[in-house]
């Protein structure tokens, strides 16, 4: 397998990075799906509808772009590594905390914390590896360290599926704490990038980011906007995808969580073909086809009426979803200035992230006052229409593909 010959091919070193910087994006990813996956639990223990519930989504994902930014400068100044131990530290603290909450106002508080703390790890560990890793085979770990997101979601419902009904949704959050351990394999195993090493970024590195930006503002806002578009791709039809299937079709929890595993065994394969494949044909063409390959698959996996047809709409969808999805990392990290990069693909990453951040609000909003409870014209309708924009934005773009990222400056 290509995969197999080009990890073989990475060092020790190289290795360690890549497995801990994949491992804390899947935890990340985690911690944050488990809220995903007890929408439900959490809108019956708190007698709220589900639209007070994604509140909670909305302020995790709002609060990103402060994470991005401040473990961002955190990172560019003292160091990629550090930071990411830090950050992993942080974010598990604070899903433990969020088990404990004793109101619907507390735990938003909670998970508005968090969500600094998420909003740093994307940007800190896909810099420390493209940073550290050749450029040969780029497309195919941008692929994979992309689908580390969904094998957190895959994990998040096995233990939805598995432990939910023994533990309650606040056992849920004690699990997420379990991140924390993963600290001790980077603080043994994983060195500093040797860009950040070589490169000695400059102490004015605050001074620094906002040179880069204002010197470098029409890409910046084009990635803000790839990222709007990119976000409200996956958040739109992932975040109260479960909801539906439990409200609507009436799926228990473990059906729900089956359909969300195999789902999320599509998103991975999708995620790791196209970054592979956008090696061959470019970054910009292999999401295009990805985006423009979900609205397809819509009445499927909106429409159907078994678990068997959910299974394989879910598959699809994701796949596709993925697919675009698993382009970035490598895309966001050839198209950002060297001498900030522990910041910029990061926060612009987040900042697209806020502008989209309202969406699970905004369709069950819409579910609760336009369509009578119903899903599926809501869930439709999303990917119609950010499918689209995501195909129209990323073809006026531009791309670097295999652009040198050993150095800072």
Known sequence: ???????????????????????????????????????????????????????????????????????????????????????????????????????????????????????????????????????????????????????????????????????????????GALPAFLVIYIRTKVKESPAWLQGQVARETEKGLGRDIVSHLGIFAFLVVLMFAFNSFSHGTQDLYPTFLERNMKFTPQTTGLIVIIYNLGALLGGILFGTWSERIGRRRAIIVAALLAIPVIPLWAYSHSVPMFAIGGFLMQFMVQGAWGVIPAHLNELSPPSVRGTFPGFAYQLGNLLSSRNAVIQAKLVETRYGGSYPPVLAWTVLTIASLLAIVTLSGRERRGVDLTKTG
């Open 1 to 175: 397998m290509e995969f197999v010959g080009h990890f073989r091919r990475l060092t020790a070193v190289q290795r360690n990075t890549f497995i801990a910087c994949f491992l804390g994006w899947s935890l990340d990813a985690f911690d944050f799906f488990i809220l995903v996956l007890c929408v439900n639990a959490l809108a019956s223990q708190f007698h709220e509808k589900v639209s007070a519930i994604t509140e909670a989504i909305f302020w995790t994902l709002a609060m990103r772009p402060v994470g991005a930014f401040l473990f961002g400068l955190l990172a560019d100044r003292y160091g990629r590594r550090l930071t990411l131990m830090i950050d992993i530290i942080a974010f598990s603290v604070l899903e433990l905390a969020s088990a404990f909450a004793p109101s619907l106002k507390v735990f938003i508080i909670m998970r508005a914390f968090f969500g600094i703390a998420m909003g740093g790890e994307w940007g800190v560990g896909a810099a420390l590896t493209f940073e550290t890793l050749p450029a040969e085979g780029r497309g195919l770990f941008s692929g994979l360290l992309q689908e580390g997101y969904v094998v957190g979601y895959l994990l998040a419902a096995l233990a939805y599926r598995t432990l939910f009904p023994v533990f309650g949704w606040r056992g849920m959050f004690v699990l």
